[in-house]
T-cell receptor, first 112, second 115 residues
């Protein structure tokens, strides 16, 4: 059973702080990883994807991938109340599949 | 980014009737689309993978005769919930995969309520 594990939270940080969201995956064959943001009552929105080991930065967001440790993280710098949402980590299933395996999500609250 | 639309955004229907939900990729061609269901405060559940011009592949436990999926073109997939019952009430979300990449872009979702 291929799994993506996330701490469900809630994770609470003050405005302006760095929020750190983590995820581990079970399938060593996974090569592509994604972070989605889902506001309450809305559908998921893709915010980052990462394929290679190391860091990938996009604005206030940095995704980090460590394939040896099977670990993916998302850092949000200068957190804003508007970042309050559930963050879903996903891994491409690999092995010729087109599917993504999603974690259950981490709920982030940024306090003003 | 790639834009996916869904229609309708919400629908209320009576038990026993059928409901069709459309999913369109607006600015790209999607050879593969996916249908998910999400109950309140629960995680996404993949229902089926839909490839243009071929039959959908359903996940274990999803009734293919109840949830009919048609992917007739590179920009349109439809999900029909047949003989809907109150337990089918949920948030149905489609996504589309960009060709030659693995990221999926989600539509805004359709909230179905069966009375």
């Amino acid at each position: 059973q291929k799994e993506v594990e996330q701490n469900s939270g809630p994770l609470s940080v003050p405005e302006g702080a760095i929020a750190s969201l983590n995820c581990t995956y079970s399938d060593r064959g996974s090569q592509s990883f994604f972070w989605y943001r889902q506001y309450s009552g809305k559908s998921p929105e893709l915010i980052m994807f990462i394929y290679s080991n190391g860091d990938k930065e996009d604005g206030r967001f940095t995704a980090q991938l460590n394939k040896a440790s099977q670990y993916v993280s998302l850092l949000i710098r200068d957190s804003q109340p508007s970042d309050s949402a559930t963050y879903l980590c996903a891994a491409h299933e690999g092995g010729g599949s087109e599917k993504l395996v999603f974690g259950k999500g981490t709920k982030l609250t940024v306090n003003p | 980014g790639a834009v996916v639309s869904q229609h309708p955004s919400w629908v209320i229907c009576k038990s026993g009737t059928s409901v069709k939900i459309e999913c369109r990729s607006l600015d790209f061609q999607a050879t593969t689309m996916f249908w998910y269901r999400q109950f309140p405060k629960q995680s996404l559940m993949l229902m089926a993978t839909s490839n243009e011009g071929s039959k959908a592949t359903y996940e274990q436990g999803v009734e293919k005769d109840k949830f009919l999926i048609n992917h007739a073109s590179l920009t349109l997939s439809t999900l029909t919930v047949t003989s809907a019952h109150p337990e089918d009430s949920s948030f149905y979300i489609c996504s589309a995969r960009v060709t030659a990449a693995y990221e999926q872009y989600f539509g805004p979702g359709t909230r179905l309520t069966v009375t």
